[in-house]
């Protein structure tokens, strides 16, 4: 009878509005990748999604929420490099586990990290950044989203690399953390690209590189980290749609089917594809592939990351 019902209600499924929490601040990047492929999923779905913003401890705080939540397919959670894979080393006693406790749906973007300043900061391009930051190391402070954030675990490897410990200065997102590099309240970010493409071209803030092997298209003319003298820094991070653990398989495969059909959209595309971001090729759009993601991110940060304290 169990599986009767269940598979009635994936038949009807959805039958009221849909709520995707996200796990920072409104318009950082995480925020407007879900804003643009939900908007398409809802299409598809026939019913509203509503994004809901939630923050705090670089993303765990609404991870955990959407780990407890119903597992009815109405609640769901865009989390990232940092919420899924990052948070498992840096924080000992998370109350939750990517893994074992959510049902992975979709990747919906890979979205690059690119070396950002205020637009007076000192240095003009990446070479004299690292001078400048390794001989400022005591002054100059790096804005990020919060202990587990992309923007913080980018920085961090920045740091490890050229081995200097600026102080970090933590936002809700990288959305409020941008307002602050435009009004020159902090120095710095390591940030995903998607909300620094429209900054870049309006000169409100300087780009030194982007931390890939190729340039984007978005921004043609910033340079990669290998072509601005700093080839050790690669970064690049990821969104991905995840459901609470034991949500139905016909449900999960639903909303997968309408975040694949969003990816295909053109006006979806675009939109993407001008914030820079990387949409992922249909052989990454399944829901194993995103499984296998996140299990190698965990791998790939657990030795590099260690707890705050
Ligand atoms: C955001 O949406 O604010 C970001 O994804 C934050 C981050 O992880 O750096």
Not at 19 to 34: L, W
Not at 199 to 205: F, K, S, Y
Not at 235 to 251: E, L, R, Y
């Amino acid at each position: 009878l169990g599986a009767f019902i269940a598979t009635a209600e994936a038949q009807t499924y959805p039958t009221r509005n849909i709520t995707v929490i996200v796990p920072f601040a409104a318009g950082g990047p995480t925020d407007v990748i879900s804003r643009i492929v939900t908007g398409h999923m809802a299409q598809t779905l026939g019913q509203s999604i509503i994004i809901e913003n939630v923050v705090g401890a670089g993303g765990t705080t609404a991870t955990t929420r959407a780990a407890r939540a119903a597992n009815d397919g109405y609640t769901l959670i865009t989390g990232h490099m940092g919420t899924h894979a990052a948070s498992v080393p840096l924080y000992p006693k998370l109350a939750y586990h990517p893994e074992k406790d959510f049902e992975p749906i979709a990747l919906l973007a890979g979205t690059p990290i690119l070396i950002l300043a205020r637009k007076d900061f000192p240095p003009k391009d990446l070479k004299e950044f690292v001078t400048y930051v390794k001989a400022n190391a005591e002054k100059v402070n790096a804005a990020h989203a919060g202990v587990g954030s992309v923007s913080h675990v980018s920085c961090e490897l920045l740091h490890s690399i050229l081995d200097i410990k600026p102080v970090g200065v933590p936002f809700n997102g990288t959305g409020p953390a941008m307002n602050a590099l435009v009004a020159g309240q902090v120095d710095y970010m390591c940030d995903q690209i998607v909300n620094a493409v429209p900054q870049i071209n309006a000169g409100t803030i300087k780009a030194y590189a982007i931390a890939t092997a190729e340039r984007n298209p978005s921004l043609p003319n910033v340079p990669t980290t290998a072509e601005a003298g700093l080839p050790a820094f690669q970064a690049q991070a990821w969104n991905a749609m995840f459901a609470p653990k034991g949500t139905s398989p016909a449900i999960v495969a639903s909303v997968n089917a309408a975040a694949v059909k969003a990816l295909d959209d053109e006006t979806v595309k675009k939109r993407l594809l001008e914030l820079g971001s990387v949409i992922p090729a249909p052989k990454d759009r399944t829901q194993e592939a995103l499984a296998t993601l996140v299990k190698s991110e965990i791998a790939k940060w657990s030795p590099v990351l260690k707890p705050a304290n």
